[in-house]
């Protein structure tokens, strides 16, 4: 493992992965993120989520609220406007969204710790769409968690079994444009760090996400059209004792005209399956290290900071 980059990543996945390994490594030690080009989600398939996303959000309030699951920690369907807050923040976020998860089979072992996907039925493709999106993220995030594992010196397909069948999430996330009626305060996405193994967002593009450096100062990250960006979560954070970053990030109010105009992303959150231990791996284990936790504990533990449970 070598030294700190002094920048955040930018590396082609088409490349093998020993050769980007330590470049990854390194941007998320020090950043807890890196931007990942060439990253084998089909462009169409991308083209036509994000229209879908716009077809869905443009729908009546009271359309939405149909899909809004009470009771279900916002793990499926509809979250409306000003629900989530960050983890000790004032006020609510400026912004709604939409969970699509894993769908398992009756009777599958982790059944009780995902519940079934809704779809609306107001969006022609919806559910086909978003279903391949899903797989495609996860195939991607699998093959990161590869490049990461080579960094910290495990097997390759260390991180494989850990997240088969895992609870990952993926958003589709809504930013109203901003109105005078906002709660003094609030922004888009307040300063929060990302529960789950990895986060990888598509749609960054449009400015507004910030990461919080070593130094306290906030980065700009501006990544390349149809790139991924992708950053370290709790869970990793846990189970390397820091040595992978969750950093805390923020999406800002814009101005100007851009105040005025919606922005929308779709991050997927990567999750280690729910019965597996996060305990810190031997090599990082030299220190205070937490206790052992499953990550389906973990998770309800930071969902009910976050107001979602």
Avoid: C
Avoid at 9 to 16: M, N, T, Y
């Amino acid at each position: 493992m070598t030294a700190p980059a002094t920048d955040i990543a930018s590396v082609s996945l088409e490349k093998p992965l020993p050769e980007i390994a330590d470049r990854l490594g390194e941007s998320f030690s020090e950043f807890g993120f890196a931007i990942v080009r060439d990253h084998g989600i089909d462009a169409a398939l991308i083209a036509r989520a994000e229209e879908l996303v716009r077809e869905f959000f443009a729908l009546p309030a009271e359309t939405k609220r149909k899909y809004q699951i009470e009771g279900g920690g916002g793990a499926r369907g509809y979250t409306p406007f000003g629900k989530e807050k960050a983890k000790d923040a004032e006020v609510h976020d400026l912004k709604e969204f939409w969970h699509v998860g894993r769908s398992l089979p009756s009777g599958h072992l982790l059944e009780q710790f995902m519940a079934p996907n809704v779809w609306p039925d107001e969006v022609d493709g919806f559910e086909e769409t978003f279903k391949a999106l899903y797989d495609a993220f996860e195939e991607a995030g699998r093959r990161i968690l590869r490049a990461i594992a080579i960094h910290l010196e495990l097997p390759e397909h260390f991180f494989d079994p850990t997240v088969e069948d895992g609870n990952s999430v993926m958003r589709l996330l809504h930013y109203p444009p901003l109105s005078d009626e906002a709660a003094e305060g609030a922004i888009r996405a307040a300063a929060h760090g990302d529960i789950n193994t990895i986060t990888l967002l598509l749609g960054a593009e449009e400015a507004g996400l910030e990461l919080l450096t070593k130094s306290g100062d906030w980065l700009a990250i501006d990544p390349p059209a149809g790139s991924l960006v992708v950053n370290i979560g709790d869970m990793l954070d846990r189970l390397t004792a820091g040595h992978l970053r969750s950093t805390t990030h923020r999406v800002v109010n814009p101005k100007g005209k851009a105040a005025r105009r919606a922005r929308y992303s779709m991050p997927f959150f990567l999750h280690f399956r729910p019965d597996y231990v996060i305990e810190t791996l031997p090599a990082f284990a030299d220190g205070e290290i937490p206790e052992p936790i499953s990550s389906h504990d973990f998770l309800l533990q930071r969902l009910r900071e976050i107001n979602l449970a």
